[in-house]
């Protein structure tokens, strides 16, 4: 009740939650500590958390910040979503992104912007900019959200707390509505390291609904904490220090890497060559999979049908145009352009073996140190409305985020300090395949 009184009191001036299931929540606080009391309690009993508005919960509404789902009640829950309520979490609700995911500032939600905690002009970044506003406002403890693109780390890192993208196969996509399912991936977003951990030792996990989801013996997150950090090699890409990185940023990354060789690390530079070669290839791949995702969306089976409508192809034309946002439909133009007969070798294809070039170099460079460390974001939150109109300008923020989701591997954001204005500054700490455990690590001993 103290966080549902939490969310009652700022979620007007933030607009983090798109739905607040006061009733579900305090069931489900009654359920749990009724098991506390009969000793039969799961591991994260009582603990509130909120789910990004992608997952699909049973009987609560999943949106995906879309108007296309306005009405959605999906019949099941997310793998995600069963887990953490089979280790006792309370969900208070659904918190805000942009639509099905899409964005980098929560501006394309089809339920209003989000406000960063820090400074109400800003963006909290995205697209799970709902769960990072609530958990940096204090309206919740942790949230999950998911990341395509940057989507955990670039919120967490423009809001001031810790996210983590597993590894590609980690945490099942079953129930976690698909925008590029090649590189769309669960996690957890909290305060610390230590509990993001936590969530996440409950989050990952084989499922066989997922076809890719990895068959591997689990992983014990919170394992690692408390190792020190002495001998760390920590890789340095030139190409992230380069030429656009804003200098209050730089600085607020160099004081973390300071931190850092004072806790025994050392550093090394290495190169990602192939780093200018993320944006394009993101921007082909993932509006191709985004556009055979969201063909499901026809207005027949469930979302937005049309009122009026001669016959079929019409009722299909005004359902998606009235039911998709101008992001989304920018997308699936894009998708459809570059699958399309005559363009698909000139552009799927080359993206796909720009994906290759660009995990090669992951590779290369993580046989020179233990993890990569690196900013998050370009600069500090800007401002909602300054980037609304030049999406090119958005999707170019993303440049320090997307090529870890093209290689599959795992990432997290942790507070490095703060910019100019007093806005949060994210680290980026990238590791090698099922590395997360480590990152976690040397997270926590920097926080
Ligand atoms: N900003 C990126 C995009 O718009 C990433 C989004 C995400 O990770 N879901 O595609």
Not at 114 to 133: I, Q, T
Not at 191 to 215: I, K, P, V
Request: hydrophobic fraction near 40%; include cysteine.
């Amino acid at each position: 009740t103290d966080y549902l009184a939490r969310i009652e009191a700022q979620n007007a001036a933030i607009n983090a939650f798109i739905t607040v299931d006061r009733a579900g929540a305090l069931a489900a606080a009654d359920a749990a500590d009724a098991a506390i009391a009969a000793g039969t309690a799961g591991p994260l009993a009582g603990l509130p958390i909120a789910h990004k508005d992608i997952f699909c919960t049973e009987g609560v509404l999943t949106t995906c910040g879309s108007k296309m789902l306005a009405n959605f009640v999906s019949p099941y829950d997310a793998h995600v979503v069963s887990q953490l309520k089979a280790a006792g979490v309370v969900s208070l609700g659904k918190t805000n992104c942009d639509e099905f995911a899409m964005g980098s500032t929560n501006e394309n939600s089809a339920y209003g912007a989000v406000k960063n905690p820090w400074n109400l002009s800003r963006v909290p970044g995205g697209s799970s900019g709902g769960s990072a506003a609530a958990v940096a406002a204090g309206m919740i403890p942790a949230a999950t959200g998911t990341d395509t693109g940057g989507s955990i780390r670039q919120p967490a890192g423009l809001c001031g707390i810790t996210g983590i993208k597993p590894t590609y196969g980690t945490v099942s996509r079953y129930g976690m509505v698909a925008y590029a399912s090649s590189l769309d991936q669960g996690g957890p977003m909290a305060h610390t390291a230590e509990d993001c951990a936590l969530l996440l030792n409950h989050m990952a996990g084989f499922d066989s609904r997922d076809s890719t989801s990895l068959e591997r013996a689990k992983d014990d997150y919170s394992a690692q904490l408390s190792q020190p950090l002495a001998g760390l090699k920590i890789g340095l890409p030139k190409e992230y220090f380069g030429e656009g990185l804003a200098a209050d940023v730089r600085a607020a990354i160099e004081n973390a890497l300071a931190e850092l060789r004072k806790l025994g690390a050392s550093t090394v530079e290495v190169s990602l060559p192939n780093t200018h070669l993320a944006i394009p290839a993101y921007y082909v791949i993932a509006p191709a999979e985004a556009s055979s995702n969201l063909s499901r969306f026809d207005g027949v089976r469930y979302g937005h049908r049309a009122a009026e409508y001669k016959d079929l192809a019409e009722m299909y034309a005004k359902s998606r145009s009235e039911g998709f946002g101008k992001e989304v439909q920018r997308r699936i133009l894009v998708g459809t352009y570059v699958l399309s007969h005559g363009y698909y070798d000139a552009y799927y294809i080359k993206a796909q073996q720009l994906r290759r070039l660009i995990a090669e170099d992951f590779k290369q460079a993580l046989s020179q140190c233990d993890i990569i460390a690196g900013p998050v974001a370009p600069t500090a939150a800007w401002g909602i409305g300054q980037m609304a109109d030049d999406p090119v300008q958005m999707y170019l923020a993303d440049i320090y985020t997307i090529a870890v989701n093209l290689a599959g591997l795992p990432a997290l954001s942790t507070p490095a300090g703060f910019s100019a204005e007093k806005l949060p500054v994210g680290l980026q700490l990238i590791g090698n395949y099922f590395g997360e455990a480590r990152l976690l690590n040397v997270a926590h001993q920097l926080q």
